[in-house]
Every structure is written in structure tokens, then in C-alpha cells.
């Protein structure tokens, strides 16, 4: 959704109706994964993706279906024999595509103000109706505890309120599914699928050490998704100009600054400063966070030295188990571009449990976490 956050925007703003065409299910190997989005708008014009291009052609002309009056449908796209060079997903999985058009000025409102909170990177999650006893397109808006009341409605209050429930939930994770109810909200029944999707504020990436190694980590922690910021105590080194892709830089001891600012268990830092006097307590502060990563620049020498410090302030083996040093993979990079590279490998090997090895090296699923 946010890769086409501004055109669907514009859309509703000038009351263009469209069709979205949104992932909701990934069965084995798939390009694009649940919540990723297709739309198609009255004039035909299309934004976005659902699978790489497999099967955006037969979709648009369900898209001009839906938007003609044909109603909310829930699409699946597998592969055969026959279907391989046709419509169907080449990598061999299966995906399932809810197409809901938003016609009238009230529909494109709701929308435009989802669309609102996604592009202010306010948490909100939107639940619909993929089928069952409810009507398929139905949809609920939904905002943390503290943010509001939900918004919309699935057909019934106990639905609703169940719905709310579990996407509060879900929204704290950060996690994407369909979930299972009762007509009226019962637990443990499946009369009802309602695809939730989350929209969490982007994860963050905390770059410490104002160096050449931190622009380039900076550039490709933008370039994965990440709200990058990056500390350095030194106001000749943690300018703007030097890091002009960070979200922000902020001129702090390190340490201090990282005690003080918001961590979760989706955050990544990489501490590459490799100078014990910023180190250690930012170490030792990073290892009392949630956070999903901690990287650490220098050499095995130095990793050793600093294993030794943290020691000595207390620091215990499992919270040592954390770091990451020498941070990255070994891919025989050389220059700050290509550590880069290295770093943003660990983490997204971290985050999904790859081996690091070369894929044509090894059998079975590509994607972690699917059946081959």
C-alpha cells in the first residue's frame, strides 16, 4: 500500500473511483506477500503490483468488473501445467486477491481517510469481510485503545467488537491474517473470514557512529523500509549534508540518546562507532532493549576487547549472545558500500531465518517459513 500511498490518495481526493485488489493470502512461493496492492481507477490507469506482473492482466479486468457493479470477489491465482506461460504464478504458489471498488463520495472518503492515517504513520489496522455468513467487501477501521473508537461495521456488534478485539492486537505485533469468527463474533468458529490488515509505523533503524560505513547503512536502511536515524556526539561529523537520507540526525552521546528514544522489538541498531568511550554504555543500553538487532563494526580483536569491557559492567552471556559482531555477512565486502550490503544481509536474515548461503546451493522453499 504505501508504495502507491500518494496516487491512492490523489484519487480519492478528486473523487476518482477505483478498485483495489489486495493479497490476503499466500499459499508456497509468491512474489508479493498479504497486503500488497493493485489499483485500478475508473479511467482505467493502473498502480501497483500483486505478483510481479503473473497475473495483473486477468486481475485488471476483474478490477473493471467490480468497479462496473459486479460486486466485492475473492480471486485465487495458482499454477498448472497448462497455466504456467498463462494466468498463473510461475514461482509455482498460490495467492488469494480480495477486488473491492470504492464508487460514491462516502466510500472514497472512508478510504481517503485510512489513507490519511497510513501517510502520517499513524498505527491503524482494516479489517474486511472475505466470506462466509457476513457480506464479502464489508470493512472496519480500527485504531489502538487509546486512539479512538472503530470505525465502520462487519453486519453485526458482536463481530465488530471481536473484529476490534484481535486487530488491536495484531496492530501492536505489527502482524498481518485472516482470523475466524461466528456471525456474531463467537471465538472458535469459522463462519466468518476477515482479512486484517495492520499498518504499523516503519520500523526503525538506529545508525550510531557518524562515519562513511554509517551514509551507505543509512542510504540502504531507507531503501528497506526502515525510518533511519543516525547519532553521533560529534557536530562536525552528525551534519545533515553528510547524511541527507536519514529521517533525522541527531547530535547526542550515544548512549544517552538511545536510553531516551523509542525502541520496540521490530527496531534494528548498528553501532559503528568501534571507539570504547561511546561503546560500551551504548552497548550496554542497546542490551536492555527489545530490539530485533544489534550490529556491531570492528574487528575480531576488537570484538574480543569489548566482550571483555561489557563483562566487567555487568554485562551476562545471554545478553552477549545478541550482538552481531564482526556485524554483517561475509560476502567479502570491502568498501562502505558493500559492508552496507553485508549489514542490511544479516538483517534481513535475522528477521526471516535465512541461512546465508547461496540459494542455488540448497533445495526446498525459497521463502522461509512456507512448505517446498
Known sequence: MRDILPDLRARCADGVPLALATVVAVHGSAPRDPGAVMAVDAAGTVAGSVSGGCVEGDLYEVAREVLAGAGPRVVAYGISDDEAFGVGLTCGGTIEVLVRAYVSPAELADLGALLDLIAAD??????????????????????????????????????????????????????????????????????????????????????????????????????????????????????????????????????????????????????????????????????????????????????????????????????????????GLDLGARTPEETAVSIAAEVIQHRWGGTGRPLGKLTGAIHHGETS
Open 122 to 327: 499513524r498505527p491503524v489496522a482494516e479489517a474486511t469481510v472475505l466470506s462466509g455468513a457476513a457480506e464479502t467487501g464489508d470493512r472496519l477501521v480500527v485504531r489502538p485503545s487509546d486512539a479512538g473508537t472503530a470505525t465502520g461495521t462487519l453486519g453485526s456488534e458482536g463481530l465488530d467488537a471481536a473484529v476490534t478485539d484481535d486487530a488491536r492486537g495484531l496492530l501492536a505485533q505489527g502482524h498481518t491474517a485472516i482470523q475466524w469468527y461466528g456471525a456474531h463474533g463467537q471465538r472458535r468458529m469459522q463462519e466468518v473470514a476477515v482479512f486484517i490488515r495492520t499498518y504499523a509505523p516503519p520500523p526503525r533503524m538506529l545508525v550510531f557512529g557518524a562515519i562513511d560505513h554509517a551514509a551507505a547503512t543509512a542510504r540502504i536502511g531507507s531503501f528497506l523500509g526502515y525510518r533511519v536515524t543516525v547519532c553521533d556526539a560529534r557536530p562536525a561529523f552528525a551534519t545533515r549534508e553528510r547524511f541527507p537520507t536519514a529521517d533525522e540526525v541527531v547530535r547526542a552521546w550515544p548512549h544517552t540518546y538511545l536510553e531516551s528514544t523509542e525502541v520496540d522489538a521490530r527496531t534494528v541498531i548498528c553501532v559503528l562507532t568501534h571507539d570504547p568511550k561511546f561503546d560500551v554504555p551504548l552497548l550496554l543500553a542497546a542490551l536492555r532493549t527489545p530490539a530485533a538487532y544489534i550490529g556491531v563494526m570492528g574487528s575480531r580483536r576488537t570484538h574480543h576487547d569489548r566482550l571483555a569491557r561489557l563483562r566487567e559492567a555487568g554485562a551476562d552471556e545471554a545478553a552477549l549472545a545478541r550482538l552481531a559482531s564482526p556485524v
